[in-house]
């Protein structure tokens, strides 16, 4: 049985009525899949993929998002209707191995064009390094610390217990916060949208090059910044800033692990307490997502601040897309660890 929230099944309803309603009205041209309007129907698995369909495609692709605006990738289920809508899609751009709903139905409905962005962003093994743990890892790092107070434990479990909903992630998912793999899979991107569409094979790639050059400057720009970080340690709401830690050469510490409804014992607490003392931690990072009620305790019983970063899952934000969200990455990351 499938339990989809009001919001997210009208999402998927609207955006699985649309591409039947495309399928029925327009068949594929002779000049690849182009649709009768001269335009690809492009599926996105979530919000920074779609961003990289409509980049490269333009003028010439309609883009849908499987995961509505506003919601947590992570824990995607799909209606029927959209994995039925799936099948008359031009394309569908992905992640193979982060959202098990895709997964399954790209497998059952067999898209003309299947573009799974994993070979071009170079994934890290969860557990290979500080910054990509396990959720294993985490679990055993929580249970070994020292118990927390009970205040902790409040906050710890009060609407924030989502024990059900574990993942098995044996790569860290969350590449796009490197702006360089981003760059990596625009150019994926581009060549496949151009074998899918040889009418435009030259737009897909010159736009492609484009936005890996934007994105490429993008991480220069990060890396910058933070060179002269004074402090070298993030706390984070949830472990999706690993790739983000590698590039600047930080350490996150997350007080969740790779899935974001993983809740941190009072043990795991009270072991990130002592690593904000000890490396002087000034800012605890919520995310739009999340609830911030535990990294507010937190923060509070520190006595130190709490600022945004956006892990960049969904677009909450319809004005800012993901380069602008990323330059409020680096501006808030660069504020709290006094990069001067």
């Not at 994926?188 to 949208?193: I, S």
């Not at 692990?257 to 941190?264: Q, T, V």
Request: net charge negative; charged share 20%; aromatic share 4%.
């Amino acid at each position: 049985m499938i339990l989809m929230s009001k919001r997210f099944l009208a999402a998927a309803c609207a955006a699985a009525t649309a591409l039947a309603l495309s399928a029925c009205s327009s068949a594929p041209s002779s000049e690849g899949n182009a649709s009768k309007d001269g335009t690809l129907t492009v599926m996105a698995s979530f919000y920074p993929l779609q961003y990289l369909a409509e980049k490269i495609g333009g003028e010439h692709v309609t883009v849908t998002s499987l995961t509505p605006a506003g919601a947590e990738p992570h824990d995607l289920e799909l209606s029927p209707k959209t994995v039925d809508a799936l099948a008359s899609a031009d394309a569908v751009v992905y992640l193979a191995g982060f959202q098990a709903a895709v997964d399954e139905a790209i497998e059952q409905q067999a898209p003309t064009t299947v573009i799974d962005v994993s070979p071009a962003v170079e994934l890290v093994e969860a557990n290979s390094s500080a910054n990509h743990p396990s959720e294993d890892e985490d679990a055993d790092e929580a249970q070994s610390g020292e118990s927390a107070t009970e205040e902790h434990a409040d906050h710890d479990h009060e609407g924030h217990d989502h024990k059900g909903h574990h993942h098995d992630m044996s790569a860290d998912p969350h590449f796009w916060l490197d702006p360089v793999r981003m760059a990596s899979a625009a150019t994926l991107v581009g060549d496949k949208l151009a074998e899918a569409d040889p009418a435009n094979a030259d737009t897909y790639k010159a736009n492609a090059q484009a936005l890996n050059e934007e994105l490429s400057a993008l991480g220069d720009d990060l890396v910058a910044k933070t060179a002269t970080c004074q402090i070298k340690t993030f706390v984070t709401a949830h472990t999706a800033f690993g790739y983000l830690a590698d590039r600047t050469g930080l350490t996150q510490v997350g007080i969740s692990g790779l899935d974001p409804d993983s809740s941190p014992s009072p043990a795991r607490l009270a072991e990130i307490s002592q690593i904000a003392k000890d490396q002087g931690v000034t800012t605890i990072f919520t995310e739009a997502l999340i609830d911030p009620k535990v990294a507010q305790t937190l923060a509070d019983d520190l006595g130190i601040s709490t600022a945004v970063l956006d892990p960049i899952e969904s677009q909450t934000d319809s004005s800012k897309d993901y380069a602008a969200v990323m330059k409020d990455n680096i501006n808030a990351l660069t504020t709290a660890n006094n990069c001067q």
